[in-house]
């Protein structure tokens, strides 16, 4: 079956901690991004890669990293510098060719500070 | 800037009543729009999409909406809501390259008895 993977589902941080969430697909995607939800916020994009080993900043990146060492995987570093780092996190991945393309849609990572 | 505006962050409607979830954007030019249906701790899936052509789309589960270009407006509608149809719905348009999206704030629909 064709899709992305997230994981862990859900994932537990100590304050002062860097955790790192993963998502990979198969769907042959160039591009892949990383969206943050918060209740009543909608989605928010904090990275984005086009290609491999290159990727921009989103809307609201402080606080977080990425790579993109291989067209299937895009993981994400919650790093100790972001304030409030608990939330959901979606990742996403498209095709470039075209227009008009859709982003598929990982199941997400509930991400908790303790 | 280029946005997404949902009105109404909560619906509530009957179960075989009439879904209609209401969705503007602003821009200079068409943009190419989507709605997303997502459920409690899930992603977001796809329930239809307008590119070009027929402004009438028809999506996934019985929904469509319809690109109205005077009223910048890209409302989502079902004829009779099943209680399954209980999610949150999120309008998106695209920004720029790379098919970057920007999201709405999302609706909320609960069906109710």
């Known amino acids: 079956d064709g899709g992305i993977t997230q994981s862990p589902k859900y994932l537990f941080r100590k304050e002062g901690q860097n955790v790192t969430l993963s998502c990979e697909q198969n769907?042959?995607?160039?591009?892949m991004y990383w969206y943050r939800q918060d209740p009543g916020q909608g989605l928010r994009l904090i990275y984005y890669?086009?290609?491999?080993?290159?990727?921009q900043k989103g809307d609201i990146a402080e606080g977080y990293s990425v790579s993109r060492e291989k067209k299937e995987s895009f993981p994400l570093t919650v790093t100790s510098a972001q304030k409030n780092p608990t939330a959901f996190y979606l990742c996403a991945s498209s095709s470039l060719t075209g227009g008009g393309n859709e982003q598929f849609f990982g199941p997400g990572t509930r991400l908790t500070v303790l | 800037a280029q946005s997404v505006t949902q009105l109404g962050s909560h619906v509530s409607v009957s179960e075989g009543a009439l879904v209609l979830l209401r969705c503007n954007y602003s821009?200079?030019?068409?943009?190419?729009l989507f709605w997303y249906v997502q459920y409690p701790n899930q992603g977001l899936q796809l329930l239809l999409k307008?590119?070009?052509?027929?402004?009438l789309v028809k999506g996934i589960n019985g929904f469509e909406a319809e690109f109205k270009k005077s009223e910048t407006s890209f409302h989502l509608t079902k004829p009779s809501a099943h209680m399954s149809d209980a999610a949150e719905y999120f309008c998106?348009?695209?920004?720029?390259?790379?098919?970057?999206?920007?999201f709405g704030t999302g609706t909320r629909l609960q069906v109710t008895l």
């Open positions: 769907l042959n995607h160039d591009a």
């Open positions: 821009s200079s030019v068409p943009p190419y």
């Open positions: 890669s086009q290609i491999v080993n290159d990727f």
């Open positions: 998106a348009r695209n920004t720029g390259t790379a098919s970057k999206l920007t």
């Open positions: 307008y590119t070009t052509g027929a402004t």
